[in-house]
């Protein structure tokens, strides 16, 4: 009898206005707790004046929600409920990932989304995730599209959205000295309003792919001045963060063998962003620039360079050139090395510099070796110094020294191969040579409960964009400027910190590339050749 009851009632169509109410109350409460507690807790109003702030937010949320609903409904009928069920089930999986991993649904984090290949977003998935996702958005989403409605005329849709509108117009007016906080505080408020964070950013992703899209900008003509033979191997790394290694003073031994390679230069340096895409197109760009300018393979390749990208890695700006090999493509060429890890980058170079038609090589190899959120999975087992370990950051949370233990030994892993390739090019006798490392962002580890990186540069912890920058030259290579020891550099030294941009002008110089392109303010060696004077700058 109790569940024909229950039965009937849910069978009984109910008004469109409560259904917009029920929905427009259950994604506030159930979406969006992460905004109320980023407001209750970053504004330092009186706790008067902090509970009307929240009072009227809650109020403008809950008009435009019911507004939304109720439009979406009454126009779109079942397709309407499906795009709500859609929203309810994205809705909770970004507030599972608001609650657990302390990020803002920003563009940044969008675009990681878009640029993140299956086999890494996998390590974000858990039982504790479908638990969530189940609960909070596959249930709400069910009463989406099969409660029974009752539509109603268009004249009480006019008349709901009218109050709605007018509730929001004296709730805003009533708030209109707190713009300025708004202001101030727009981008982690935008990140973290369920749907409206990933909705507007996805939209911002997509116009900003689109401009992306667009032909780079060409860069001058340049020409190479010298026929010495030299080759430069710049090592991109992955979410590698400076504390953690053992050349900036971290307690660990994670860098033994680099820490015994003689004229090993050790930088301190800075990223430009905290996520990848930008982080590398930082690396490879001659100036901080939202235009996509032509990037340092692509120019070194059109100059006369011969330049291979080797990758296991993503969201690099487009490369032009000729030699463009995944770590799947590597594999192939290499059976007997195993394709997970990044040996697979570093295999065979020493006959591919060797046997280049070219007196000037360029090789780029864009690591993932400190890539979480399973930094277990990144390295060879032999080289698990550090035990035991976690197996992802969801498990490390719990123990975060196993998540340590497990990003340090990726640390030693990247030590070991930056290592044994400074070896292979000393070894190479006939070329001039050098090593670049530099990482593309940092990484959180659980300081302040953060983890992994992609916060916005004024949020971000420093952990998120103090990078390390290494670098080894064959003997009587060039000459390096030399670093200031205090705040402001002299003339003709390096600042104390340096940012990514040393990169493309320090690469032109070891490759003997002249050009207009090239600011010798950003060349961590000094300029031999007799043109430099007549630079442009
Ligand atoms: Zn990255």
Partial sequence: MIKNDVTQRLRKPISLFVFAAVV?????LLYNIPFFSYVAG??????????????????????????????????????????LAILAVINATAVYFIYTYNVMIDATTIENVFNTRYSEASGFFSWSLWLFVIAFGVLPALFCLLQPVDYGKAKRLAISCGCSIAIVLVVALANIGKTLWIGQHDTELGGLLQPWSYLANTVRVFSFSQDKQAEEIKLPDGYITDKEKAVVVLVIGESARKANFQLYGYGRDTNTLLAAQEGLKVYEATSCATYTTAGTKAILEPKNSDDLYEVLPNYAFRTGVDVSWRTSNWGEPPIHIDEYLTDDELAKMYPDEERKYDAILFRGLRERIASSPKNKVLIVLHTSTSHGPNYADKYPKEFEFYKPVAKNVEEGEKNIGLLVNAYDNTIRYTDYLLSRLIDTLRDMTDWKSAMIFISDHGESLGENKMFMHGLPMRL????????????????????????????EPAEGELPAILEQHYIFHSVLNLLSI?????????????????????NIK
């Avoid at 507004?67 to 979406?72: A, D, F, G, P, S």
């Avoid at 002249?514 to 007549?534: C, E, G, H």
């Fill in 514 to 534: 002249q050009s207009p392109a090239y600011n010798p303010a950003y060349d961590i060696f000094m300029r031999t050749d007799s043109l430099s004077l007549n």
């Fill in 24 to 28: 427009s109350i259950a994604t506030l």
């Fill in 42 to 83: 970053n504004n330092n109003e009186s706790t008067l004046g902090r509970l009307f702030l929240l009072l009227s937010l809650g109020v403008v949320m809950l008009a435009l929600n019911f507004m939304m609903t109720y439009l979406v409904m009454f126009l779109l009928k079942m397709v309407g409920r499906i795009l």
């Fill in 460 to 487: 971000a912890p420093k952990v998120q964009y103090e990078i390390p920058f290494l670098v080894w030259t064959s003997k009587d290579f060039r000459t390096y400027k030399p670093v200031a020891t205090s705040q």
